[in-house]
C-alpha cells in the first residue's frame, strides 16, 4: 500500500487533456477554460449614475438647480449640464457632459415645477467612472478556470459568446456483486440495492459531465471482463465499484491485468478505500473502489474528481478548511490517513456525527464536511483545530 498524497500524485500526474472545443457561454457552467478571456470593451462603458437622482456639479450643491431634462436608463443625454442646473437621471443612465455629481432624490425637494433644492450639506460622487471595473483587453477569466454559474454573467458582459474549453471526458460506471440489485427492485434476504453507482453517477453529474451506466456485473471472471471491455468502448474514465479486494470474487485487478492495463498502485493508506486500484491503458484510465458505499463516495472525492478536472485542464486541488473541534474524538488503529463524516455547527465549529464505518451510507445524509485524521494521530481534544473538506 502507498501513502494518500503518492496515490493522489500518480492519479493526477497521468492526467491529459482531451483537446478542447468551441462551446455557447450559454453552456459553459462545468467546463473548464482552454484559453484567457479578455474584456472587449471598458465597463462600465460610459461614466453611468449609480442611483435615481439629479446630476449636477458640486461645486452647486446648495444652490436652487434647474432640471433641464430627464435621462433614462439605455438614453444618452442631450444637453450639458451648466451652472445652477441639473439633469434627472436613472440609474445606469449616462452622466451628462458638465454634471461630476449625482445627488440622491430623497436627498432633494421641489422648489418649483422645474427646479429643486439639496438637502444635506455635502454629497458622494455616486457615479461609476468609464473603465473602472475593467478596461479593454484586461484579462476577465483565466485558462483553467472551471466555469461556475457566476462567470456566466461576465462571460456574457464582455461579448464572450463562443468560448474555447477542454473537452470532458465520458465516464463509464460499473457495480459489481452477486448481492445487488437496482433499487427500483425489492432485494431478497441476501440481496441489497445498488446505491454505489447511482451515488457515483450522480456525483459524476453534479460537475457536468457525460456518464454512462453499464449495469451490474457478475462475480465471474466473464462476466467483469465483458463489462470492462463494454465500458473501455463507450468511455475515456471507467469507475468500477467492489470486487478490488483480495477475495475469491475480487476479479477486477486480474482482469484490468489481463486487459493490458498498468497497475499503477492497488492499495492505499486511507480509511475509507484501502483496496482503491488504479490503472492506465489504451489512453484510458481505470479506477476500482470498495464496494462499502462511504467509501465509493469518499475516494470519488479525494481521488476521482481531482482526476477527472485534471483531464478538464484544471489544477483542482481540494479546499480544506481549518476548524475547531467541538467534541473529543478518539481511535484504536491510527495505520490509515481516515476521512471521517462531520457537522459543522452555527458557530463554526466541527461537530462529529454517528459514523459506523465504510458501510454507513446514512451518515452522509447530515454531513456537512470530511474531518482528516493523519496516520499516527490516536485522538484529538475538543478545542483543538482539524481539517475539514466540505462535501
Not at 461579448?159 to 448481492?179: F, L, R
Amino acid at each position: 500500500m502507498i501513502d494518500f498524497e503518492l496515490a493522489l500524485d500518480i492519479i493526477t500526474s497521468s492526467a491529459t487533456t482531451l483537446g478542447s472545443e468551441k462551446i455557447s457561454y450559454k453552456d459553459a457552467v462545468g467546463k473548464v477554460l482552454s484559453e484567457n478571456v479578455l474584456s472587449d470593451i471598458d465597463m462600465p462603458p460610459f461614466n453611468k449614475s449609480a442611483m435615481d437622482g439629479y446630476a449636477c456639479r458640486k461645486e452647486d450643491l446648495q444652490n436652487e438647480l434647474e432640471v433641464i431634462e430627464l435621462i433614462p436608463a439605455g438614453c444618452s443625454p442631450t444637453k450639458e449640464v451648466l451652472k445652477n442646473q441639473c439633469s434627472k437621471i436613472m440609474t445606469g443612465a449616462p452622466v451628462p457632459i458638465g454634471a461630476d455629481t449625482v445627488i440622491k432624490v430623497e436627498e432633494t425637494v421641489p422648489v418649483t415645477e422645474n427646479s429643486i433644492k439639496f438637502t444635506k450639506a455635502n454629497s458622494k460622487f455616486n457615479i461609476c467612472y468609464i473603465g473602472e471595473d475593467l478596461k479593454k483587453n484586461d484579462l476577465v477569466l483565466k485558462k483553467g478556470l472551471i466555469i461556475k454559474d457566476k462567470h456566466i454573467p461576465i462571460l456574457a458582459s464582455v461579448g464572450a459568446v463562443e468560448i474555447d474549453v477542454y473537452k470532458t471526458p465520458t465516464i463509464a460506471i460499473i457495480a459489481t456483486g452477486n448481492e445487488l440489485v437496482e433499487p427500483e427492485n425489492q432485494p431478497s434476504p441476501s440481496q441489497i440495492r445498488n446505491s454505489n453507482a447511482h451515488q457515483m453517477i450522480a456525483q459524476a453529474k453534479s460537475m457536468g459531465l457525460n456518464v454512462i451506466y453499464i449495469g451490474i456485473a457478475e462475480d465471474t471472471l466473464e462476466s467483469t471482463e465483458k463489462f470492462l471491455l463494454e465500458a473501455e468502448k463507450k468511455a475515456d474514465i471507467i469507475i468500477v465499484s467492489g470486487a478490488v479486494s483480495m477475495g475469491d470474487f475480487d476479479f477486477v485487478p486480474n482482469v484490468l491485468k489481463s486487459l493490458g492495463i498498468e497497475i499503477k498502485f492497488h492499495g492505499i493508506k486511507v480509511k475509507p478505500g484501502k483496496r482503491t486500484v488504479f490503472g492506465l491503458g489504451n489512453k484510458k484510465w481505470f479506477i476500482g473502489v470498495p464496494g462499502n458505499p462511504v467509501s465509493a463516495f469518499v475516494q470519488f472525492e479525494m481521488l476521482i474528481k481531482p482526476l477527472i478536472y485534471n483531464i478538464m485542464g484544471s489544477k483542482y486541488k481540494t479546499k480544506l478548511y481549518k476548524l475547531i473541534l467541538d467534541d473529543n474524538f478518539k481511535r484504536k488503529n491510527s495505520g490509515r490517513k481516515s476521512f471521517i463524516p462531520v457537522q459543522l455547527t452555527e458557530k463554526g465549529t466541527v461537530k462529529l456525527i454517528e459514523y459506523h464505518g465504510s458501510a454507513h451510507i446514512n451518515s452522509l445524509t447530515n454531513a456537512d464536511g470530511l474531518m482528516i485524521i493523519e496516520r499516527g494521530i490516536t485522538e484529538i481534544n475538543k478545542g483543538e483545530t482539524v481539517y475539514v473538506r466540505p462535501i
